[in-house]
């Protein structure tokens, strides 16, 4: 069984992952890689993608799924020590009817602050885009504190 996804030709995850576009590398593992994410949900949210192009949760193995949860765990400890984060959100969205923009699997980790609404219920069209140069200093600072 699969969940739907949106058709595509290429995928713009392993674009990232293979250099073919621009990001801005926050850590990585054998299993995964963790980039800032254009859409800022809140200060510092990253995406931790799994390197072998995999859907969803029932597509990915368990030792990847493990490794990409590890870095997501790592980066998250770094943002808290980073940028003095408060909470941690990490969520991931599975199949079109739940959400889910890309089809390869992927981690949300987004930080959340002391005067952030906690209830907030994240929208991909109301959120800060960052420009690349941008989404690097992030990198930089979150990657710092590893």
Known sequence: MRFETSSYTSCSFCDDLSGARECAIVAENEFAVAQVNQRQYERGAMLVISRTHRESILDIESHEL?????????????????????????????????????????????????????????????????????????????????
Do not use: W
């Open 66 to 146: 493990e490794g990409v949860y590890r870095l997501a765990r790592d980066v998250a400890h770094a943002a808290t020590k980073a940028l003095r984060a408060k909470g941690m959100n990490i969520f991931q969205n599975n199949g079109e009817r739940a959400g889910q923009s890309e089809p390869h699997f992927h981690v949300h980790v987004v930080p959340r602050y002391e005067d952030g609404d906690p209830h907030r219920i994240f929208q991909q069209h109301e959120c800060q885009l960052l420009s690349l140069e941008e989404q690097r200093l992030v990198a930089a600072l979150i990657g710092a504190a590893l």
